[in-house]
């Protein structure tokens, strides 16, 4: 079935210093969901990417769509504290019904 | 406000147990789910529903069932509980059309002793 895969799986980084987390699936890409999960918490829905190369904001996160819908990243400027968790992407499955969830990259923010 | 409601929030039950997990969802969504997972770990699909009667299972196997009578109300029901089924389980719902971001109740962490 389809697999979506995220690297690295772990990211320790400095209070301050940028992340990157990226998404790719065994198919090519089709819609790409991205979520936020705190320790002990619950995933949050933060964007949605459906162009080739789309680019969107957030603050200091910024989400992008490969050209080629082969792959898909988010990066965060200046990590803090806060941004600590996992942080999931989907893409939609075969069938354009469900939603299939990558592995994660967790992320820990030394301050 | 609209919103998932899982309940309990913690559940520490015998072996042989049948125990019940409770979500609903007062945002009027047709599309629920259920999802295991670990703690730090994958999310795990074990059923969904796209509307009243529908009921699937998904990706992971599991020894649950689920049912969905109304729209809104979504339980899982574990009829004899091993320590196996020790876990986090995640209720969501989404909007039928595609689209749109799910949106994740707190889940249950459950422990089988």
């Known amino acids: 079935g389809q697999q979506v895969m995220q690297i690295p799986q772990y990211q320790h980084v400095q209070e301050g210093e940028d992340f990157t987390t990226y998404c790719n699936s065994s198919t090519t890409l089709s819609n790409i969901q991205w979520y936020k999960q705190r320790p002990g918490g619950h995933p949050v829905f933060l964007i949605q990417l459906v162009k080739s190369g789309e680019v969107k904001k957030q603050k200091r996160l910024t989400f992008q769509f490969g050209e080629a819908k082969k792959n898909s990243s988010l990066h965060i400027t200046a990590t803090q504290t806060t941004d600590v968790g996992t942080y999931f992407c989907?893409?939609?499955?075969?069938?354009?019904?469900?939603?299939?969830f990558g592995p994660g990259t967790r992320l820990s923010v030394l301050p | 406000e609209a919103d998932i409601y899982q309940t309990p929030r913690y559940l520490v039950i015998g072996t042989g147990k049948k125990i019940t997990l409770e979500c609903s969802q007062t945002m009027g969504h047709d599309k629920m789910y259920w999802y295991q997972q670990d703690p730090g770990m994958e999310l795990h699909l074990i059923h969904y529903?796209?509307?009243?009667?529908?009921?699937e299972k998904g990706d992971l196997s599991s020894e649950s069932t689920v049912s969905r009578i109304r729209t809104e109300h979504f339980p899982l029901t574990l009829e004899s509980a091993r320590p196996s089924h020790t876990s986090q389980y995640l209720c969501?719902?989404?909007?039928?059309?595609?689209?749109?971001?799910?949106?994740f109740g707190s889940g249950t962490r459950l422990t089988v002793v």
């Open positions: 969501a719902s989404s909007l039928r059309t595609g689209g749109h971001g799910y949106t």
């Open positions: 989907a893409d939609v499955d075969n069938y354009g019904q469900n939603f299939v």
């Open positions: 529903s796209y509307g009243v009667n529908s009921t």
